[in-house]
């Protein structure tokens, strides 16, 4: 390595230290937002502001990003067979806490190069035997085209993102995909027929310490 190298490495350190440290103060930042990895013991109704049963996708777009988690944390796995089909799905506090997240699941999971105009519009499940099945991601272009890909294999078992062990309906992505995407993890859990939240985790930031809440709805 020449000096004039040598220089320019010594000169760049403190910038990558400062990113470094910059990205870790986020991360750790995320975590935190994400609040306690159990329940809280408030309750749906509690955390909604109104019964579940007649909850709408606005009461959860109200929520900030840790009632969106301790909802999750509150509801329980729907059935496979409950989610069979097309379920329209948004990124929760997309404005805010979520903006990584939002950017992640419109940008970075549809194949190929990151389309600015391309959104992640939702997901079409099909059950199959023995408490496993298959779903793919739906994504709409800018000109309202919509593509099938990023396939993955759903199935109900204890939580990865919560500590108490109760069941989540996963979606798991590493099964199919390469690059990001094989590292995106999600869960779903029913706070009525047709509403569910739901949360996905990235194992390069954070795993599920640093989960990002989503909805399913039909």
Not at 54 to 71: I, K, P
Not at 107 to 130: D, K
């Amino acid at each position: 390595m020449t000096a004039r190298m040598k220089g320019a490495v010594k000169r760049a350190l403190p910038a990558a230290a400062v990113t470094l440290g910059v990205n870790a103060a986020l991360l750790a930042a995320g975590i935190l937002r994400a609040g306690p990895r159990r329940p809280d013991g408030r309750g749906m109704g509690a955390i909604l502001g109104a019964d579940p049963a007649e909850a709408t996708l606005e009461h959860l777009r109200r929520l900030s990003r840790r009632d969106a988690m301790q909802l999750f944390h509150h509801a329980r796995a729907p059935r496979l067979e409950e989610l069979r089909g097309f379920h329209r799905a948004e990124i929760l506090c997309a404005e805010g806490a979520g903006k990584p997240a939002a950017w992640f699941a419109h940008h970075l999971l549809p194949p190929g190069a990151p389309a600015p105009g391309t959104r992640w519009v939702g997901v079409e499940l099909t059950p199959g035997e023995m408490n496993e099945g298959r779903g793919i991601a739906v994504f709409r272009r800018r000109d309202g085209h919509e593509s099938r890909s990023r396939e993955m294999l759903t199935w109900v078992s204890p939580t990865l993102i919560g500590t108490d062990s109760s069941a989540s309906l996963h979606l798991d992505f590493a099964p199919f995909n390469r690059g990001p995407a094989r590292a995106l993890h999600a869960e779903v859990r029913e706070v009525r027929p047709g509403l569910y939240i739901c949360a996905f985790f990235l194992s390069f930031a954070g795993g599920p310490l640093n989960p990002a809440p989503f909805a399913l709805h039909t």
